[in-house]
Every structure is written in C-alpha cells, then in structure tokens.
C-alpha cells in the first residue's frame, strides 16, 4: 500500500505538464506546510534545510534533478504526505532522512521551498536548445 | 709586496717559496737532472693510458648507446615523447634533443609523471597510435602508476620507457641508489601488456619493436621497456653490428565463420534484438561499419561511451530508453564490453543486493577479446557472466562479415519486422530527444548554473567548428545533446576512473588534434585539476589548443553521496558530508591558477547569462593555437 502510494503519487508528479515560465527571481508563498512558521520564513527555512542536508547534492539547488543522481523535484514537487513518505522510507538508493534528523515541521518548509520554485522557460522558447532538434 | 690583504690567498712567503720551488726546477731540467721533476696537480686531468693524466676533452663519446636507442624509437613513427626529467636517462634525453634534434619525436616537458602517461593516454585515443614516455624506473613509475593504470583498463597503448642503473658497482653513492632497482617493472606489472630490462642494445633494439607491436595488438595496452643507464651512457662498440628489426602490426583478426552465422541466425529470429557497444570502434570506419551492421538487423544500439561507436543522431542510438530496451531483450549482442553483468544485473548500494534488470531467459552473444587477454590481480575484468555465444575477434575487423552473415540470415518475411522495427525507433529517437531538451530546460537560469546549460552554452559557441569532446564521459549532456556522428568527437574517459586524467587526457588528445586541425574542447571537473595542474603550464608551453570549461562544483560531489549513504546506513544526520569532500573555504581561483601557468583565463562565472560571450573569448584564443581556460561555478552535477 505504502510503495503503491509512493508510486501513484510519483507517477502523477512526472506526467504533470510544466507549468508556463514565471519570473525566476517570484518567490511566491507555497500555501502548502503542514506546520511550521507560514509563507516566506518557511521558504527560506526550507531552502536552508534543503541545503544544509545537502540533498542539493543529487537534485540540485532548486530541485531540478540531475541525470545520474537524483530527480526532479520541482517545480510542482509531488504532495506532501507521499514526499514525507520518501524521505522515511526511500525507494532506490536517496538515504534516509528519519524525524529525528528532521522532523516533519522540517519536511514541510522543504516541501514549501520546493513548492516555490517557478518553473523554467518551456524548451521552445530557449533558443539555444534549437541547436537540439531531431534532424530530419 | 706586501703580505696578501686582498683575501686572494697568496702571501709573501708562499709566493718567494713557489718561486724557489720554480726555479730549482728549471735548474734541474738544464742540467739533465735524471730525477722526475714533480708538477703541481692541473685541475680535471686524468690519467691516461700509459700514466700520463688525460684532459676531459679526449673523453667525449661521439656514439653513446642511447644515440642508439633514438634511432629505435624513430623508426617506430613515434612523434612525441612526454617527461618529467630524470638522471636515469639523462643520456636518452641529452640524445633526442641534440642527436634526434628533438622532432619525431619531440620532447614533451611534463612537470609529473602522471601527466605524462595521462598525456600519452589521451594522445593515442586521438592520434589512432601510441606515442612514448620517459621515466624514472623508480620514482617516476610510482608516480606515473596511476595514469598507467588507466591507459590499462582503457585499453590504450603507451610506450613506457624507464631510466634505471642495475650495476651498482658503478652508482654514484646516495640518490642514484634510492633511484635503482633490481626489477623496474614490478610496480605495474599487472597493468601492463609487456615489459623487458633489455641487457645490450641490440636487445633494446628488439624489446622496443616488439613492445610497440604488442602494445598496438588488440587488446591495445600500455607496455614497458627498462632502459638501463650504462646502455645509454657507454659508448656504441664500433665492431657491434647493431639491427634495428623493421615494424610489421598485427593485422586483427575476426571473430570464427561458423561461430558469426549462430550468432547472426539467433540476431535475426529475435523478437527484440538489443546491440551493446563499448570499445567496439578504433576509427571512423569502425563506426561505418557498426551502422551497417544495425541496419541489417534494425536493431537498437546502445553505446556505452568508451568510445565513440555509434551516432547519436541515427535513429538506432537508444541510450535514452536503455532500461527498457535491456529489459525486453531476447537476445543481446555484447560488442567489446568491458562489463556485460553490469548491462543485465546490478548489486544496489549500500544493502549490496543483487537485481536482475534483464530478462531470465534472454540469449547473449559477445564478441571480444576478453577471454583472449588479462590478468588477475587488478580487478578490472568485472564479474564472470556466462554467455550463450562467446566469440573471439575484433570488433571493427569482424562487422563488415558479420553484417553480410545477417543479411544472408534474413529472410524476405524479415523485410516487414524491420520496416516496423524502424519506424518504432525513429519516433522512439525524437521522442527521447524531445525529453532531453525539456530537461535541460529545467533550472535554465538557475545560479550556480546548471551543466545543461553548460553544455548548451558551449555548443553553441563551437558548433560551427569541427569539435572534438576530449573527455566525454564527465557531463552527460553532451552525449544527450551534441550531434555526434564522428568517431573524434567523443573519446570517451579514462577507463580506470582514476581521479586526475580528465586534465591531462584531454592535453594529449588536444595534442593530437592540433595536428588534425580539431577543436578540442574538454569540460574539467575541479577535483580533477588540482591532482597535478601543472600540467596546463605544459599546455601553455607547447601551444596546445584546448577550450577547457570548468565543472566547479566546489567539491568531490560523489563522495558526497557516498558519505550521505553511509551516515543514513549508519543512522546519523547526512548534514556533515561535506567534511572532507567540499573544496570551498577557500575557493580555488582556477582563472588565476591557469594564468599563472600560463594559460588565458577568464573567471568564476557565475550568472549562466554571461558564458556565451566569455566563451567566445576563449575560443578566438584557442583558435589562434593556444589553451584557454573558463570557471564555471556549476551545480553538484
């Protein structure tokens, strides 16, 4: 049950359309912390933990994912029951983040962080990625 | 005259006294005296034949023995030959540059023995044939180690040749005794082909030619001629008649007749044929022919990236969709590589469970010489898989008959699977492709910039060029990206994954390149660099084109992970796992180290908005023939 909701709400996360580009400096409110101090300081918290765990190591600085390491996160990061989830008992190699090293206030301002990552211009409008297209 | 004041140490006394001395002398010699008049010693003489001291200008050696050894080496078409100096081939060294007049080969001033096989390493992947190295037989092979290593488990030629003196009875007492020893080549023995202390120069002679056809035998490797120091340093004996044998290469051989048309027949009745290749291709031709033989089955193709095997633009190339192509195949065809259980298992870390990710039942063929040729001691032949058909032979030598086998194979009912097998894998191709670009997008603007953009940002600014990734196995993006179709193009990595080739790889490749009118253009991981950065004074001296961009993360971020594993392994907090792998506080100013090399630098960028004209800034100076250097600060990865 618990790897099937894990994999369900993972699943929904990838198939998830990218959101249109907003301004990459917006650090909108995420709305979205179980617990834990509202809005920006929850942000910022998050951000920090997200930091200082270094879980930036494999998904990089905003959650962006990594092709070797870690994958995307954000924006739009899967809900927050099924990410308290990943992070207690990880599928694949992500080590284990137990409450005692962060609590669930702590997964929530990351999951705030996450949550206000715009999303990146869309592929067709970076014109240095026309240089990539299928050749005919 | 006074008593000397001047400090030049001559007094009254002791002049009136030679004076004396003088005269009774000359008084002696007029009168006939019998007796030998005793001369003052003259400074450096020696004696000669006959008693009389002999003046070093009658002791010069017109021919010493590694005169010699220079004419070997030419004879072997060797163009370079990379050292850090050292006494024990003093006289090799003092013969390529006056006797050889330091052209092929040249002498290439390494300021570490490591970069100078790193550099012979990189050389052959590009230049297609070895060039030479010069080391201590003891200090400098325990330093070159390593990159020996490596150039091993690539499989990769270099002709190693290290100064060593056996005889001590004729040692200068100290350093040259710490620098001798009675079997050089027993440190890397087990990471190299061949290895011979030859005992006379015609000996030499022989050693060096058949060490430079064993290293370019498949399997290609490193190899070891001792050249001891008395050989180079007595003179050649004018009666020896000395015979330098000429070269003649192997030529490769392919893989068993009958054992190709099992192997074809069992391709062609496959539901889901699957081709693996790893070190299949030595050269362009190699790739010609991998594609010619995909085609006849329309199988998909995934390159591993050792070398450059396959074009990633050819609707074939299904790296993108590897797990599922591997775990759907019922036949697999291994060609050339290294780890063909890590294709179809693998043991999860840190639990070291093993997992199967290929089907149960699925039939594989290899075609390789890993059954040919290896050794024990160094693990680098990977797990034992048994396979249904193992075949010997060379990969590129077997293609063209192998194909044919197939076509002969087919039958006209396999015309249709093939036309549909075809049709799947284009849009599979621009599907995989279409993902790529939008996940490079992700993080576009993000600071530290993403390698996506990285690579993005480079390609842009060399694609006009005939482009050479020297190292290609650091940033996965370019392989994703970056429209290959030349074998030169990606030339893969160091084979061993021995931390500190990626630098002086790519110099040796770009060496090559420059002969060949490439762009050579390498992405340097930070950790990378400072194992031995001395070698960018060594690009700098010898004009070596290179647009090196560096990866700065600022740290050894796979040892991050590796430390994040085992503190949740061992249930601690992961937030100490930069202790020991952050390189940070202080940063390193790479810009200023290259310059202080040499090397034009401009850096640390840090906004993604402005690689592109710092790019092209390098580029024009790279273009006008000189290495160039841009820090990035990067993500993790």
């Known amino acids: ?136 | 005259m006074s008593d000397d004041k001047s400090g030049s140490g001559v007094g009254r006394r002791d002049f009136l006294k030679g004076a004396a001395v003088g005269a009774a002398s000359v008084t002696a010699l007029a009168s006939g005296a019998a007796e030998s008049v005793p001369t003052a010693p003259v400074p450096g003489a020696e004696t000669a034949a006959g008693g009389a001291k002999k003046d070093k200008a009658d002791r010069t050696i017109a021919r010493p023995g590694s005169d010699f050894m220079v004419d070997v080496i030419k004879t072997l078409g060797i163009d370079f030959v990379a050292a850090n100096p050292g006494s024990s081939f003093r006289s090799l060294h003092e013969s390529l540059v006056n006797y050889g007049t330091n052209s092929k080969p040249e002498l290439i001033t390494c300021l570490h023995e490591e970069s100078s096989v790193a550099i012979a390493h990189g050389y052959a992947k590009a230049a297609g044939k070895p060039m030479a190295v010069m080391v201590h037989g003891t200090v400098g092979l325990q330093h070159a180690s390593m990159a020996i290593y490596n150039a091993w488990c690539d499989r990769v030629p270099v002709m190693i040749f290290a100064g060593n003196g056996v005889d001590a009875s004729t040692r200068r007492p100290g350093t040259e005794w710490y620098h001798s020893v009675q079997d050089p080549a027993a440190i890397v023995r087990d990471f190299v082909k061949w290895d011979d202390q030859p005992a006379s120069l015609q000996h030499f002679a022989e050693s060096a030619v058949r060490a430079y056809k064993i290293a370019t035998t498949t399997p290609k490797e490193p190899v070891l001629v001792v050249a001891e120091l008395d050989l180079q340093e007595r003179a050649v004996d004018p009666h020896e008649k000395l015979m330098i044998p000429p070269l003649s290469l192997s030529i490769p051989s392919q893989g068993d007749g009958a054992a190709l048309d099992e192997a074809a027949r069992l391709l062609v009745a496959a539901k889901s044929p699957l081709i693996i290749a790893d070190r299949a291709a030595r050269d362009q031709e190699g790739v010609r022919r991998l594609i010619a033989f995909a085609e006849a089955l329309q199988a998909p193709v995934i390159d591993l990236g050792a070398r450059m095997n396959f074009p990633n633009t050819h609707h074939l190339q299904q790296n993108g969709a590897r797990s599922e192509l591997i775990r759907e195949a019922d036949v697999v065809l291994f060609l050339e590589v290294a780890d063909p259980w890590g294709q179809l298992n693998t043991v999860t870390d840190p639990f070291h469970e093993t997992r199967r990710i290929g089907r149960e039942d699925v039939k594989t063929i290899s075609l390789s010489f890993s059954d040919v040729y290896l050794k024990s001691n160094y693990q680098d032949f990977q797990r034992f898989m048994a396979v249904n058909l193992a075949i010997t032979g060379d990969v590129q030598a077997s293609l063209p008959d192998f194909a044919e086998r197939v076509r002969r194979a087919s039958g006209a009912g396999h015309k249709a699977v093939m036309a549909e097998r075809a049709a799947r894998f284009r849009k599979a191709h621009d599907q995989a492709l279409s993902r790529v670009r939008k996940a490079a997008a992700v993080g576009w603007d993000l600071a530290p910039v993403t390698t996506a953009r990285l690579s993005a940002e480079v390609y842009d600014v060399i694609k006009a060029e005939p482009w050479s990734l020297v190292v290609s196995d650091r940033l996965s993006w370019p392989r994703q990206l970056w429209p290959t179709t030349q074998f030169h193009q990606m030339l893969g990595g160091s084979g061993g994954q021995g931390v500190g080739f990626s630098l002086p790889g790519a110099i040796g490749a770009a060496l090559a390149n420059k002969q060949k009118g490439l762009l050579s253009v390498t992405f340097q991981p930070d950790g990378d660099a400072l194992y031995a950065p001395g070698v960018l004074w060594t690009a700098a001296h010898h004009k070596i084109p290179l647009l090196m961009i560096m990866h700065n993360n600022r740290g050894y971020y796979q040892e991050v992970m590796h430390l994040q594993r085992m503190a949740s392994l061992h249930n601690r907090p992961t937030d100490r796992a930069l202790i020991g792998n952050e390189i940070d506080h202080p940063a390193v100013d790479f810009a200023k180290l290259a310059q202080s090399f040499g090397v034009w630098a401009e850096g640390p960028v840090t906004d993604p908005r402005a690689l592109g004209a710092a790019l092209r800034r390098a580029l024009a100076v790279v273009k006008s023939g000189a290495p160039a250097l841009v820090d990035v600060i990067c993500q993790a990865r």
Do not use: W
């Open chain 1, 1 to 136: 049950m618990h790897a099937r909701l894990i994999a369900a709400t993972l699943a929904a996360m990838l198939s998830a359309p990218i959101a249109h580009a907003a301004d990459a400096g917006d650090a909108a409110d995420a709305g979205g912390s179980a617990a834990g101090a509202s809005g920006t300081a929850a942000i910022e918290h998050g951000r920090q933990l997200f930091i200082a765990n270094t879980c930036y190591s494999c998904h990089g600085t905003a959650g962006q994912g990594a092709e070797r390491t870690g994958p995307r996160l954000a924006p739009n990061p899967f809900p927050l029951v099924a990410f308290v989830m990943q992070l207690r008992q990880p599928r694949g190699v992500m080590p284990r983040y137990p409450k005692q090293f962060l609590s669930d206030a702590d997964v929530a301002d990351i999951h705030a962080y996450l949550s206000s990552v715009p999303a990146s211009p869309p592929a067709e409008s970076i014109s240095l990625l026309d240089n990539f297209k299928p050749q005919p």
